[in-house]
């Protein structure tokens, strides 16, 4: 079974070994460093953390079955970047996500912006951007955990008035180790109190140079009250993006990441989807953890019934047997059988792992009480 050292899994989360070691101790575990870690109790711990931890095995399951195609050079076509929105609790991921989604609203959408999917795509000058509007940077970590890359770029928003802070540093530490581009969006500059060159000045610390003061970090000050500065920070990511070059081939099968899942009354397990690689259409049979099904309907980011979904293009999906976890990558199977053939063999792995590692699992109050 799967184990992993505390140390190990203090790098998963983006923590120092000893501020975890500290953190386990005052909730009564008393573990060192090198202590290892069974699955389970590793994933309760990074679940306090917003983090999902998933076994390999899924994993090399899935990436046995649906080893990726070649690309064709000529089939390579440019994608949209995209985009999670990370920073410290309060500082305005969320108002920012607003502001981006709102000043993006043509008339004819006005009626869509009320759907809300757990992503969505904004054009800038005819160039699409696609962000994760999850909450807190939970979608973010526990897709990097899955081994699924999902997001390009993070713009990591700091409040002009408070600085760095924990969770500002949390998901600096997270964006490094996924080797993701972060671009700063220096919040609240419409309060008097607002203090940008402090902000530069404390991320220095964290290797986070502002271009102004001669680095490679591009810090753009924004109010998301005041929607000043939303513009600038639009045509940054997108020349990151254009930087970055990001490619994907449209004509394969599609591949990508679960986003969010609920179970609706009516409709029956619904997730929103990212499409990372290829093309999902509807009656795709598709396969993700334990869930499958075949596709039976499709929606966009602004509520429309669409057939067919392109790389990097979120859509809501209708037709899975169970929910899906998000974080989760799910892939575009042959058949429906064959889809429905891989989630059974998870399922009986999972349960296969659950029998194995139930002995170690008898405390010693269990023992006594015999
Ligand atoms: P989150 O926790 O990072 O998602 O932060 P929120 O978006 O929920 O914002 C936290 C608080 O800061 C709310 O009361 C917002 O109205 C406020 N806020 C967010 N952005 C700005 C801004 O640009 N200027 C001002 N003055 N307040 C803001
Ligand atoms: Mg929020």
Redesign the pocket.
Known sequence: PATISVKELAEVLGKKGSDLVMALMKKGQMLNINATLDFDSAAAIAEDYNVILEKEEEKDIMETVFAEEEDDEKDLQERPPVVV?M?????????????IRHSNVTKGEAGGITQHIGAYTVQIDGKPITFLDT??HEAFTAMRMRGAQITDIAVL?V???DGVMPQTVEAINHAKAAGVEIIVAI?????PSANPDRVKQELVEYELLAEDWGGQTICVP?????K?GIDTLLEMITLVAEMKELKANPKKKARGAIVEAQLDKGRGPVATVLVQNGTLQVGDPIVAGAAYGKIRAMTDDKGRRVKKAGPSTPVEILGLSEVPSAGDSFYVAESEKQARQVAESIIAKNRENLIKETPQKVSLDDLFSQ
């Open positions: 929105v920073g410290h609790v309060d500082h305005g991921k969320t108002s920012l996500l607003d502001a909450p807190g928003v409040a002009a008035d919040n609240k500059m419409d309060k924004v109010s998301a009250a005041t000043e």
